[in-house]
C-alpha cells in the first residue's frame, strides 16, 4: 500500500489490489472544500492516474458527510469584493482543474457518498463515473440562495446529462434537498446501500482486475457518448457566470447573513 502526504483535508491511498481512494477528511466539519483542498485533489488524482498500478479510484467522505462544498467560514470575512476578477477568475480555474482530472484520467472513479453532498461535493460526485450512496445520502445545490449561478465545477454540465435537463432544473431552481432514493430514480445514483465505501471498493477491485488498457478505451467511449469533450469549453461558461455572481452584492448580502448566522448558533 503507498499513502499520499501533505494533502490538505484530504486522505489518500494506493491499496495493494490496485484500487486508490481519496477521502475527504474534515470530518468535524463534514468535509468543507477549500482552494488547498482542490489543488490537492487534482494533484492526487493525476499521481494515481499516472500510476500503472492504479486500476480505479474510489472518492468519499466517510460515515458524516461526503463533502459540503466550499468553505463558507472561509468565505465570509473576505465578501467585502476586495478581490480583483482576475483574482477570482484564477482561483476558479484552480478549482475546477479537479473535476477534469477526475473525467479525464484513464481510470474509473466510483464516488461513495454517505450523507450530505453540498455544491462542489454535489459537482465531484457527479463527475464520477458510478456513484454509491448510503440510505441517508443527499444532494444539494444552494447557488441560486447564495446569489450565484448553478455554475460550479461543471455540475451544470453533468446534472442534467445524468437526470435529464427538466429534473436538472427542478433540482437546481428549487435548492431542495435530493435524496438516495429519488437520485436512484432519477439514475443519478448507481446503488443504495448500508456501506457505499465497501461496496465502491469491491467493484473498483473487480475493474483494477481488468485489462487497463481496455478499461480506459472503455472510459474513452463512454465519456464520447454524453459528449464530455465539451465539458472544458462548458466551465469556461461556468467560471464566466460565476465570477459575475460573486461580484455582486446579491452574493456579498447571502454571505453576511451566513457569517451572521453562524455567530447566533455560537454557545454564549
Not at 454535489?122 to 463527475?127: L, P, R
Amino acid at each position: 500500500m503507498v499513502e499520499y502526504q501533505d494533502l490538505d483535508g484530504l486522505r489518500a491511498e494506493l491499496r495493494s489490489d490496485g484500487v486508490g481512494v481519496v477521502a475527504f477528511d474534515r470530518p468535524e466539519r463534514l468535509n468543507p472544500l477549500t482552494m488547498q483542498t482542490l489543488c490537492d485533489l487534482e494533484r492526487v488524482l493525476r499521481q494515481l492516474g499516472e500510476d500503472a498500478g492504479c486500476g480505479a479510484v474510489v472518492i468519499t467522505g466517510g460515515d458524516r458527510a461526503f463533502c459540503t462544498g466550499m468553505d463558507l467560514k472561509a468565505s465570509a470575512p473576505n465578501s467585502s469584493g476586495g478581490e480583483s476578477i482576475e483574482q477570482v477568475y484564477a482561483v476558479m480555474r484552480r478549482a475546477v482543474t479537479s473535476v477534469l482530472t477526475m473525467r479525464e484520467i484513464g481510470q474509473p472513479v466510483i464516488a461513495a457518498v454517505s450523507g450530505p453532498a453540498v455544491g462542489g461535493g454535489f459537482a465531484i460526485a457527479t463527475a464520477a463515473d458510478i456513484r454509491f450512496c448510503s440510505p441517508d445520502a443527499v444532494f444539494i445545490a444552494p447557488f441560486l440562495k447564495l446569489g450565484v449561478s448553478i455554475g460550479d465545477m461543471g455540475l451544470s454540465w453533468m446534472l442534467p446529462r445524468l437526470i435529464g435537463a427538466g429534473a436538472a432544473a427542478e433540482v437546481f431552481y428549487s435548492g431542495s434537498p435530493l435524496g438516495a432514493a429519488e437520485g436512484q430514480r432519477l439514475g443519478l445514483v448507481q446503488r443504495i446501500v448500508e456501506d457505499p465505501l465497501q461496496d465502491a471498493i469491491e467493484l473498483a477491485a473487480t475493474i483494477a482486475a481488468r485489462p487497463r488498457l481496455a478499461v480506459q478505451m472503455s472510459k474513452e467511449l463512454l465519456n464520447a457518448s454524453i459528449g464530455a469533450g465539451g465539458l472544458r469549453e462548458h466551465l469556461e461558461l461556468e467560471m464566466r457566470s460565476q465570477v459575475i455572481g460573486l461580484a455582486t452584492e446579491d452574493h456579498r448580502q447571502a454571505l453576511r447573513a451566513f457569517a451572521a448566522r453562524r455567530r447566533e448558533d455560537r454557545p454564549s
